[in-house]
């Protein structure tokens, strides 16, 4: 079956960075446009970036210019490198396994990692 096992989140100051990779298996991976979404508590959630099969990416205007989405198709692994954070990024950080590319629309989940930014 498909799984989709995220790490790489935790306590973090303002400004600071992380990383976040997500292992994929049971998929032919490199077919896969891949998301990363985020829920912070009491909000729905939203789209934090999204990378193509061809790895074209994408990014919400709230994220530009701090994260990265990047895809290792010999590893299976998606990242999301996410650089000067700000308290309002605590969330739990979802990784997708997309079932349409463009628009994206997702169709597998990870079960979250929490990354908490103190300020």
């Known amino acids: 079956q498909v799984q989709l096992v995220e790490s790489g989140g935790g306590l973090v100051q303002a400004g600071g960075s992380l990383r976040l990779s997500c292992a994929a298996s049971?998929?032919?991976?490199?077919?896969?446009?891949m998301g990363w979404y985020r829920q912070a508590p009491g909000k729905e959630r939203e789209l934090v970036a999204v990378i193509t099969s061809n790895g074209t990416t994408n990014y919400p205007d709230f994220v530009k210019g701090r994260c990265a989405i990047s895809r290792d198709n010999a590893k299976n692994i998606v990242y999301l490198q996410m650089n000067s954070l700000k308290p309002e990024d605590t969330a739990v950080y979802y990784c997708?396994?997309?079932?349409?590319?463009?628009?994206?629309?997702?169709?597998?989940w990870g079960q979250g990692t929490q990354v908490t930014v103190s300020s």
């Open positions: 997708s396994a997309g079932l349409r590319e463009s628009p994206y629309i997702p169709g597998y």
């Open positions: 049971g998929i032919t991976f490199r077919i896969f446009a």
